[in-house]
């Protein structure tokens, strides 16, 4: 599920190459925060947010190569913290709470939205992920965020998890009403991955998310 041809367009193979096999040596998890104003802003942020399961704890420990380094459960919106990590003691990846939750109360919800638009509006974040479950067409929801992101003028990428689950088809479908609705608004097309949880390729989707991630730190270096 490695050929999204969002994410392609992006870079060129020959620099994908070259950056795809950077190794995650140390990973730890760091501190939990409430609010922007607490977090370290002394190493390039990766933050990760979506709709409540949507796989997000899966994937963060895939990247990192980690089996349960980020907390699963099996009960959707246990994330109510900002989490983050410390990766190769040279950037920060952080587990933000998902939205949409619908056994979590009314205003529970309203409370993690203002937190987490809070800390995105305040925290030095180099790239915001914003996760994507490909089993199902785009909600109005995922919409409502997306459209926020691109309107707050944040660094962002999409992640579209458990494609084992569905057939290439739909992905492909999900992709096109995804740059349908970019291209609608006149929004820029982000870089776009599609990754498995499970299954041969799992690992090198993972990479490409990862090889990303050292793309925009060199770039911010060489600035």
Not at 162 to 178: M, S, V, W, Y
Request: proline share 4%; with cysteine; aromatic share 10%.
């Amino acid at each position: 599920m490695s050929e999204s041809t969002c994410q392609r367009r992006r870079y060129t193979n020959e620099t994908y190459d070259q950056l795809v096999r950077m190794p995650i040596t140390t990973s730890s998890f760091l501190r939990s925060f409430t609010s922007a104003k607490d977090v370290p802003k002394d190493k390039p942020t990766f933050a990760f947010i979506g709709r409540s399961n949507v796989g997000k704890s899966s994937l963060i420990n895939g990247l990192l190569g980690r089996k349960k380094l980020a907390k699963m459960s099996a009960t959707p919106g246990k994330t109510k913290l900002i989490n983050y990590f410390l990766v190769n003691e040279a950037w920060y990846l952080v587990d933000l709470p998902g939205y949409g939750w619908a056994k979590t109360s009314k205003v529970h919800r309203l409370q993690w939205q203002k937190m987490i638009k809070a800390y995105l509006a305040q925290a030095r974040i180099t790239t915001l992920f914003l996760l994507l479950d490909s089993r199902h067409p785009l909600l109005t929801i995922d919409l409502s965020f997306l459209a926020w992101t691109v309107e707050a003028r944040l660094p962002y990428g999409l992640i579209l998890t458990k494609a084992d689950q569905c057939k290439t088809r739909e992905i492909h479908g999900h992709l096109r009403q995804l740059e349908n609705y970019l291209h609608s608004h006149q929004w820029a097309l982000p870089p776009c991955f599609v990754t498995t949880t499970k299954g041969s390729s799992a690992l090198a989707d993972n990479e490409e998310v990862i090889a990303y991630i050292e793309m925009v730190m060199r770039d911010q270096m060489g600035r």
